[in-house]
């Protein structure tokens, strides 16, 4: 069994920045796809941004790209959410997942909260 864990959360201003980390344990990431998702008070749960462990090939929503970058930590077993110029509109609750297929995720984080104030 596999389980993420969500950390750098926290309360920023609008115009900076946080990186979210996303650490697995009890097995790496080869061989999956780790997407990060966010969800906002009274709303759905969205697709930000993954990536694909194995070549690095990355995938970003469209109001986030150029703003959040997601890597890949290979030592720690750790992908990463670079998140800057940050605006209130991307508050909320982040989660990572990790699957074999994209849009097949068979594991989630419990979730870290991300507050921009204007």
């Known amino acids: 069994q596999v389980q993420l864990v969500e950390s750098g959360g926290g309360l920023v201003q609008a115009g900076g920045s946080l990186r979210l980390s996303c650490t697995a344990s009890a097995r790496t990431f080869s061989s999956m796809f780790v997407g990060w998702f966010r969800q906002a008070p009274g709303k759905e749960r969205e697709f930000v941004a993954g990536i694909r462990w194995s070549g690095g090939t990355t995938k970003y929503e469209d109001s986030v790209k150029g703003r959040f970058t997601v890597s890949r930590d290979s030592a720690n077993n750790r992908v990463n959410l670079q998140m800057n110029s940050l605006k209130a509109e991307d508050t909320a609750v982040y989660s990572c997942?990790?699957?074999?297929?994209?849009?097949?995720?068979?594991?989630w984080g419990q979730g870290t909260q991300v507050t921009v104030s204007s």
């Open positions: 997942a990790a699957g074999v297929y994209e849009n097949g995720y068979k594991y």
